[in-house]
């Protein structure tokens, strides 16, 4: 792939994770959306903010979205015009998040790189994916992830919980971005396998780590890059971190405390994206 032919670039398929797993979801029991993704954000729902941001962007070609439920699409009558016109293909999401994933990844062109994300990422934009998947064809990896430090987070967000993963070379924090160039599709496969596990958190932490690496991580001897490294011997994938400038790429929509702080973000001044010396 050469990400320098600006002429041609290199197009992803988006695939979209949407599905509304739970009736107790605290974020439609706070809205009464008819699911999570439909809640509001700006006055728009949140999946229709992804779907906007991932329309804008020209490194996306088309995109797959991965639920939510059929006999929930009439609640939300732009998502269901954009699905009848062929702007977006819908498919029924799987019974967990991997296979949901894989499901998608399986209906694309073999040789077609894949971005992943979730339709509860409200603060999406088109810079940021668009930063992301230009540094991810040029990462000599064949997947990768987006991530935020956290000190990008307490800066930009003061008081805000978000799950920060300790590493020796600081913290940081997820993204829910992920790119996959055609050879690194087999990674979500992985995925599932321990997904699979997570009710056998010996046999997970045995196929994810050997226990000197568990212990390195433990003493915060565990780099990022050596975190990835072992997560590539185990699923003959090679990933890469891409760090995004922007903070807002770490915030999704989970607890009613992050709808608030991502409604108060979008109603303010849009921030001038990516200027580094204004962006924490």
């Not at 979500?188 to 932490?205: A, I, S, T, Y």
């Not at 915060?220 to 072992?230: F, G, I, Q």
């Not at 999704?252 to 001044?269: G, H, I, M, P, Y």
Request: aromatic share 6%.
């Amino acid at each position: 792939m050469n990400p320098q032919n600006e002429n041609k670039p290199i197009k992803f398929a988006a695939v979209v994770l949407a599905a509304d797993r739970t009736g107790s979801d605290p974020i439609t029991l706070h809205t009464g959306a008819a699911c999570k993704v439909f809640a509001k954000v700006g006055g728009e729902p949140m999946i229709m903010r992804v779907l906007d941001a991932l329309a804008a962007s020209d490194r996306v070609d088309r995109v797959v979205l991965c639920g939510p439920p059929e006999a929930r699409l009439d609640h939300c009558p732009p998502l269901k015009q954009r699905i009848k016109s062929g702007e977006i293909t819908w498919l029924p999401n799987q019974d967990s998040p991997s296979r949901s994933a894989e499901y998608g990844i399986n209906h694309l062109p073999n040789d077609m790189p894949v971005l992943l994300t979730t339709a509860d990422h409200a603060l999406l934009s088109p810079q940021i994916v668009q930063y992301f998947l230009t540094e991810s064809l040029r990462a000599e990896s064949d997947a990768t992830v987006g991530v935020v430090t956290g000190e990008q987070m307490s800066a930009a967000f003061p008081g805000i919980k978000r799950t920060v993963f300790r590493l020796q070379d600081g913290g940081f924090c997820g993204c829910n971005l992920f790119a996959f160039k055609p050879q690194g599709r087999k990674l979500v496969n992985f995925w599932r396998q321990v997904e699979d596990l997570r009710k056998k958190p010996w046999r997970l932490v045995a196929q994810l780590a050997s226990p000197g690496l568990v212990l390195s991580f433990l003493l915060r001897r565990l780099s990022l890059k050596m975190a990835l490294d072992a997560l590539a011997e185990k699923s003959g994938v090679q990933i890469k971190a891409v760090m995004l400038p922007d903070a807002r790429a770490g915030i999704d929509v989970d607890k009613v405390e992050d709808l608030r702080l991502a409604e108060s973000l979008v109603n303010q001044k849009p921030i001038p994206l990516f200027e580094r010396n204004k962006i924490v």
